[in-house]
C-alpha cells in the first residue's frame, strides 16, 4: 500500500494530466466521470488499502484518503467506495471470502455497496430486495437498490436483501455478487442520477432480476446482515473523516492564499483583525475536527468496543464542522468564493462536494439518533467515572504502534461508554500539571461543561415515536465535549515543531478550546491565523505541530 507522502508525490506528478484542477473542474462541468484520475489510483495500489486484514493501519487508510480528497473530493468518494462496499467481508466473511475478495480488490475491481433503496432512504428495516434460497441451495435475488455509488462501474456489489417475508432485525441478510457470473439481464444498471455536488460520481442503481448467485455469496448466516451492516457503518463513517478533512485542507488553502495577496483598504486583507479572527476561528475548528478523527480512527485498533459510539461522533461531528468551517471562510473569499477561475477558484466546488459527506452512511440526524439511544449509559459512565486506561492511552499516544485489527471486538452496543470522554479529568489534571493559567482556565471551563451535561443526561429517556429537538442539543454537546477531550489528550503526545515544549505552543490548544466553549474573541484565534497564513505542508494537521 502505498503512504501518504509517497501518493501526494505521486499524484503532484499527474498534476499537468489526469489530476490537473482544470481537467478535473471540466469533468465536473460535463458530470462525467473522472477516469483517469481513478486509473492513476489504481496504479498507486491505493486499493490495496481497502483490505482489511490483522497488520492493517486504519489511520494511515484514513490519511490516504484525506490525501486523495484534499485534491478533488469526487474522486477519493468515487474510489473510496470499494471500501464501503468490502467492508461487510472483512468483519464477518469467510476465510474463502475474504481471499477471494481481496484479490479482486487488490486487482482494482471496483465494489459497490447496495443497501438503500428508492423508497425506504435510510430505513433499512422496509427494503423490499428479496433473496429466496432454492432448492439446491443457491439464492435469486429480485428488486431495486438506487442511489448507489458506482452501481454501473462496480464489477461486485455487496447486497442487502430480505430473506425473510416478516422482515425485522433478523430478517434481512448480504450477499456478495458477482456480476460477471450473472447473465446481462440480471443486473440491470439505472440511469444516472444528477447531483448538486460530485457530478461525476456514478450514483445510480440497479434492478436485479432473477440474479442467482451460489450459497457461498451469503455473508455470514442468513439473518446476520442488519447486525453486520451497523458493524460495518462504525468503520465506513469513521474513515468518511478522511474526506472532511481533505476538503479542509483544500479550503483553507485558498483561503490562506488569497488573503495574503488581496489588497483592502491598502493592507493585505491577512492582516485586518477581523479576518484574521475568522481564519484563526476556522483553522481552529478544523483543528478541533482532526482531533476527533485521530482518536477515533486509532479507537479502531485501540477501543473497538466503544466504536459504535466513536464512529456516531465522529460522523455526526466531522463533515457537519467542517462545512461550517466552509461556510466561514465563503464570508472571507465573498464573491470570489462562487467563481470557478482564480482567485478563489475551485471552493465553489469544494464547497458543493463537500456537502454530501454529511449525509451517506447515515446522514448528522441519523448519528445522533444512534448516540442518544446510548445517552442514558453514557450519562451514568460519565458521572461515575470510569473508563479504560490503557485503551485511552493507545489511542491517544501517538507514538504506540496500532494493534491488531480485529473486527470480531467490534460490538453493537459499548458496555463501557466512551472512555475518551469519560477519562476528560484525567486529561484536564494533566494541563494543570503544566502550569499555564490560561489554559489550565478554558480546561477547566470544558470539565464544567462536563459535569452540566452529566446532570442533564441524568433526566434523559429515549422514547419511541421521534425525538425532540433538545435530545439533538444533548447530543451535540456531548460531541463537543468528545472533541475537547480529544484535544486535551493529544497536547501533550503531538509531534513536529513545538513537541515537547508546550509552554512555548499553547495558543493551537487554546484556539480549539475557545472554539469548542463558543468564545468568539479569543485572542489564540489570531495567533492561529499567523499559524495558518505561514502554513506551507499539504495538510493542516495535528501531526505537524499544528496542535
Known amino acids: 500500500m502505498t503512504g501518504a507522502a509517497a501518493l501526494e508525490q505521486i499524484l503532484a506528478g499527474h498534476a499537468s494530466g489526469a489530476w490537473a484542477v482544470e481537467t478535473l473542474e471540466a469533468l465536473d462541468a460535463r458530470e462525467e466521470f473522472p477516469a483517469d484520475a481513478v486509473a492513476v489510483l489504481d496504479a498507486a495500489g491505493l486499493a490495496a488499502g481497502y483490505v482489511l486484514t490483522p497488520d492493517s493501519d486504519f489511520p494511515a487508510l484514513v490519511g490516504l484518503i484525506r490525501t486523495v480528497a484534499r485534491r478533488d473530493l469526487t474522486v477519493a468518494i468515487a474510489h473510496g467506495k470499494t471500501f464501503l462496499g468490502s467492508v461487510p467481508v472483512w468483519i464477518a466473511g469467510s476465510p474463502g471470502q475474504t481471499r477471494r475478495l481481496a484479490e479482486r480488490v487488490r486487482a482494482g475491481d471496483p465494489v459497490c455497496w447496495g443497501l438503500t433503496e428508492r423508497d425506504h432512504g435510510s430505513d433499512l428495516l422496509a427494503g423490499e430486495l428479496a433473496a429466496t434460497e ?30 425473510d417475508p416478516a422482515g425485522g432485525s433478523r430478517g434481512f441478510s448480504l450477499f456478495l455478487v458477482d456480476r460477471e457470473h450473472l447473465p446481462p439481464d440480471a443486473w440491470q444498471v439505472l440511469p444516472k442520477v444528477r447531483t448538486h455536488g460530485i457530478r461525476g460520481a456514478d450514483i445510480s442503481g440497479f434492478v436485479l432480476r432473477g ?40 479550503a483553507l488553502r485558498i483561503a490562506r492564499d488569497f488573503t495574503a495577496r488581496r489588497e483592502l483598504y ?64 465563503a464570508e472571507v473569499l465573498g464573491v470570489r468564493g462562487f467563481l470557478t477561475s482564480p482567485p478563489g477558484g475551485g471552493f465553489a466546488k469544494l464547497e458543493r462536494d463537500h456537502r454530501i459527506c454529511a449525509i451517506f452512511d447515515g446522514s448528522t440526524v441519523v448519528n445522533r439518533t444512534a448516540l442518544l439511544t446510548q445517552i442514558p449509559r453514557l450519562g451514568r459512565l460519565l458521572r461515575r467515572g470510569t473508563w479504560d486506561t490503557g485503551g485511552v492511552r493507545a489511542a491517544a499516544g501517538l507514538a504506540v504502534p496500532p494493534a491488531p485489527f480485529d473486527p470480531a471486538r467490534l460490538t453493537l452496543v459499548s458496555a463501557t461508554g466512551c472512555s475518551v470522554v469519560q477519562s476528560l479529568p484525567a486529561a484536564v489534571e494533566e494541563i494543570r500539571a503544566q502550569g499555564h493559567p490560561r489554559l489550565t482556565a478554558l480546561a477547566e471551563a470544558v470539565l464544567e461543561r462536563a459535569r452540566e451535561l452529566a446532570a442533564d443526561l441524568a433526566d434523559f429517556v429515549p422514547v419511541g415515536g421521534g425525538l425532540p429537538s433538545t435530545a439533538f442539543t444533548l447530543a451535540e454537546r456531548y460531541e463537543r465535549l468528545y472533541a475537547a477531550s480529544a484535544c486535551l489528550h493529544l497536547f501533550p503526545h503531538r509531534s513536529g515543531p513545538g513537541a515537547g515544549a508546550p509552554d512555548q505552543d499553547t495558543h493551537r490548544l487554546r484556539a480549539c478550546l475557545a472554539h469548542l466553549l463558543d468564545l468568539p474573541d479569543d485572542p489564540a484565534y489570531d495567533e492561529l491565523a499567523q499559524t495558518l497564513l505561514d502554513w506551507t505542508g499539504p495538510g493542516f494537521s495535528l501531526l505537524d505541530g499544528a496542535l
Open 134 to 163: 432454492e432448492a439446491n441451495g443457491d439464492w435469486r435475488l429480485d428488486g431495486e437498490k438506487w442511489l448507489i455509488n458506482n452501481a454501473g462501474r462496480a464489477r461486485l456489489g455487496c447486497v442487502l436483501a430480505r430473506t
Open 266 to 329: 491598502g493592507r493585505r486583507l491577512g492582516s485586518l483583525p477581523h479576518v484574521r479572527r475568522t481564519l484563526g476561528r476556522a483553522a481552529a475548528a478544523v483543528l478541533t475536527a482532526e482531533a476527533v478523527s485521530i482518536l477515533a480512527t486509532r479507537s479502531v485498533h485501540a477501543l473497538p468496543g466503544e466504536l459504535s459510539v466513536t464512529s456516531a461522533i465522529a460522523k455526526a461531528y466531522v463533515p457537519t464542522t467542517v462545512q461550517g468551517t466552509l461556510g466561514r471562510l
Open 211 to 250: 440474479a442467482r448467485v451460489p450459497a457461498d455469496a451469503l455473508i455470514g448466516r442468513p439473518g446476520d446482515g442488519i447486525a453486520i451492516v451497523l458493524k460495518s457503518l462504525q468503520l465506513t463513517r469513521t474513515a468518511c473523516v478522511g474526506l472532511s478533512l481533505g476538503t479542509a485542507d483544500h
